[in-house]
């Protein structure tokens, strides 16, 4: 937004201009005290008055003094300003409003100079304290900004430089592919190659959700689920996969919403102590909600580490599969809970938002 060259060159005296206005507070106030001792003499309700509007004129030169000594830039500092003008303006033409309406009617005002000082300076001070607020506000607004930019910027050119580094890997693991008969070796760097590209995939899924630039929208999980099994069944051999999916399961989230399953599905291998772990997948839906339950056959959580699973893998960077499922469930406006599984193992259950009928 363009700024008036006069706002520009009054910024930079920012802190002076409210000492400017203190000063007249002051001044207008020892004017209105003079007035009253000569009208009614010298008593403690003068003095007092004096006092009061004497101790607003120094919270007004307080404030001068903070946002001279605050680090708020020139523009901000005249947002201050401007806020306190506005506030003292304001209040002050509705006290001055209110005796005019009063004079008019035929009344007396007693102490009308007195109501408008007071009322002038005070929301000058109530504006100028908004101020603040405003320019911190506005100020974390920007810096917010410039550490999503340079995080976006970073996360892409991360994404770009590896997803060419595993482009490069596949390609040339194709071709000895085709050049030897013993591919034992080969398989696993394929996979790994491929589940590193699916990686960077995510990540941009990620990377958008976060940044705002995608919003949970109806997204069918049925297909997701399955195609996270197929990929834990051909990297976990020896486990045991049992599926019981609905198609057509609709529910607000995004292309990320994958990492949730990929998490969950593998923890419950990993963390698994049989030889041949056995892990289930079911899910069912009412009428403004989608459950899905992923329970395992292993040790379990202990019921001390299961009450804050989720707060401590998110606060300490341990655990940063379930802190990620955790987070793109708050972000999908669902929840995430587990607990023990019958008769043994754990059962983590994820609960989505169906989107509204048409």
């Known amino acids: 937004m363009d700024v008036p060259a006069w706002e520009r060159r009054l910024a930079g005296h920012a802190p002076s201009l409210l000492a400017l206005l203190g000063g007249a507070v002051a001044v207008v106030s020892l004017s209105n005290f003079v007035r009253d001792v000569s009208t009614i003499g010298m008593g403690v309700l003068p003095a007092a008055s004096l006092g009061l509007c004497l101790l607003l004129s120094i919270g007004l030169l307080g404030l001068s003094h903070w946002i001279a000594e605050s680090g708020l830039s020139a523009a901000g500092m005249w947002t201050v300003v401007r806020w306190s003008l506005g506030g003292m303006i304001g209040f002050g033409a509705l006290s001055a409003l209110t005796v005019g309406i009063r004079l008019a009617e035929g009344r007396t005002v007693g102490g009308a100079a007195l109501s408008v000082i007071v009322i002038g300076a005070g929301g000058g001070i109530g504006g100028g304290v908004a101020g603040i607020y405003y320019a911190r506000a506005n100020r974390a607004a920007r810096e917010a900004d410039h550490r999503r ?3 976006v910027f970073l996360n892409s050119h991360l994404r770009h430089n590896v997803l060419n580094a595993t482009q490069v890997i596949q390609g040339y693991t194709t071709l000895l592919g085709n050049r030897v008969d013993d591919v034992e070796y080969l398989d696993p760097i394929q996979r790994r190659s491929d589940a590193i590209a699916s990686l960077i995939d995510d990540m941009k ?3 958008d959700l976060f940044s705002g630039e995608r919003s949970p929208m109806p997204t069918d999980i049925s297909t997701v689920i399955l195609r996270e099994v197929e990929s ?3 990297t976990h051999e ?4 049992e599926v ?3 198609p057509e399961l609709y529910v607000m989230a995004t292309g990320a919403v994958s990492a949730v399953f990929a998490n969950l599905i593998h923890n419950a291998v990993e963390h698994n102590d049989r030889a041949e772990p056995t892990v289930s ?3 069912e839906r009412d009428r403004h909600t989608v459950t899905v339950h992923v329970a395992d056959d292993g040790p379990g959580i202990r019921d001390d580490v299961k009450e804050h699973l989720f707060d401590s893998a998110i606060e300490s960077g341990e655990g ?5 499922v955790k987070t793109l469930m708050n972000h999908y406006g669902g929840d995430v809970s587990v607990r023990d599984n019958d008769p043994r193992g754990t059962e983590v259950v994820v609960e989505f938002r169906r989107p509204l009928p048409d």
């Open 205 to 207: 899924e990620l990377a």
């Open 244 to 246: 019981d999916v609905p």
């Open 238 to 241: 020896a486990a045991t996969f």
């Open 320 to 324: 940063r599969g379930i802190a990620l």
């Open 232 to 234: 834990a069944r051909s």
């Open 149 to 151: 930019d340079a995080l």
């Open 281 to 283: 997948i079911t899910a």
